[in-house]
């Protein structure tokens, strides 16, 4: 089975800026950042999303939080405010199958999403 590029990251078989990595997480530099400090943070074991976490993976998901803050604290941005996303799904805006985060900062980040003027109202429940 082809590895994608983030297992290819993780393995070293692929270039990446890398910003932080041990046994269980690797962090590296979005190659096309949406913000000034733009960092995406995967586990070392390869989860698709979300949707396929389990208990064994309390680990890596409580590292990949505690490298988050580590980065933010040594990008200096804990103090002016940064964003840890995750997309699960087509719709949610995965790209990759491979659980990551994206660390966003080093400017005014605005808003979470917009949605358009004709669809505020929906009702999703």
């Known amino acids: 089975m082809e590895r994608n590029i983030f297992e290819k990251i993780r393995d070293g078989d692929a270039e990446a800026s890398i910003v932080y ?44 939080l ?3 803050k580590k980065i933010a604290q040594d990008f200096n941005i804990t103090e002016s405010g940064y964003r840890l996303i995750t997309n699960c ?3 949610g805006g995965q790209e ?5 985060f994206h660390l966003v ?6 808003k979470m999403i917009s949605l358009p003027k004709n669809k505020k109202n929906i009702n999703i429940m």
């Open 21 to 64: 990595k041990d046994e269980y997480v690797t962090a590296f530099h979005d190659i096309n950042p949406d913000a000034p400090i733009h960092i995406l943070i995967i586990p070392n074991r390869k989860i698709t999303s979300m949707n396929e976490i389990s208990e064994e993976d309390n680990v890596y998901l409580a590292l990949i």
């Open 96 to 100: 990759i199958d491979y659980l990551h």
């Open 66 to 68: 505690l490298t988050a």
């Open 89 to 91: 799904g087509k719709d």
């Open 105 to 110: 900062g080093g400017t005014h980040l605005g």
